[in-house]
């Protein structure tokens, strides 16, 4: 599928291309210029797939500068003293065999649909729109909010907030206007590793 969007790309830039270069001879042919004429056709040629690429750029430079990053509400030393001897009993329920990401049960709390890390502690991943903070925004630019949640109190200990552009974080084929796609905010690596060392801290061990 990816060659297919290539080749078909790189076929509308051929047939581009040829039709500048008609336009440039017809204009000299008769008198016209051929910079004006050439250059209104090659930007109404950009324009027809690509008008929304630097809107869309922009736009998710100015959401990651602005609101992308990690955050701890409360530390995990001020959890365990607010609840002494509890982490200790907690087991990661995280079903999967091996591979880079874990799969952990998903349950209802307290309305929304959240990843059961263990008895205590959820989280609301990136594979679902289950939270009202995780939408498409403005130009093909989707905010991506992920809170650790104690499941008793309901209380939010640390949170994790990340732009994608494109059509958000959609497995499978690649998208046809790939070039609109970014998985992340490209200073944001190290709030994704910040959070999953936080997770770690709190997950228990897996039984």
């Known amino acids: 599928m990816g060659l297919v969007i290539l080749g078909l790309l790189a076929l509308y830039i051929l047939v581009?291309?040829?039709?500048?270069?008609g336009v440039i001879k017809y204009s000299k042919k008769n008198g016209k210029s051929a910079l004006h004429w050439a250059g209104g056709v090659a930007l109404v040629l950009y324009l027809i797939p690509f008008w929304d690429w630097l809107p869309t750029v922009v736009m998710h430079r100015y959401y990651c500068s602005t609101e992308a990053g990690f955050w701890i509400y409360k530390t995990v030393d001020q959890w365990k003293q607010e609840n002494p001897?509890?982490?200790?009993?907690l087991s990661n329920q995280d079903t999967s065999t091996g591979g880079q990401f874990p799969s952990w049960p998903r349950e209802f709390v307290n309305g929304k649909k959240l990843a059961s890390i263990n008895q205590r502690f959820a989280i609301n991943y990136r594979d679902h729109l289950s939270s009202t903070d995780e939408r498409e925004l403005f130009l093909n630019n989707w905010r991506w909010?992920?809170?650790?949640?104690?499941?008793?109190?309901?209380?939010?200990?640390?949170r994790q907030i990340d732009f994608s552009s494109g059509n958000g974080y959609v497995g499978g084929e690649p998208p046809a206007r790939f070039w609109l796609q970014k998985s992340h905010c490209e200073k944001n690596f190290n709030s994704l590793a910040q959070f999953?060392?936080?997770?770690?801290?709190?997950?228990?061990?897996?039984?």
């Open 196 to 207: 999953k060392e936080f997770i770690d801290r709190i997950k228990g061990v897996k039984k």
């Open 145 to 158: 909010q992920a809170d650790l949640v104690d499941k008793v109190t309901g209380t939010v200990l640390a």
């Open 85 to 89: 001897g509890v982490m200790e009993t």
């Open 16 to 21: 581009s291309i040829l039709v500048v270069i």
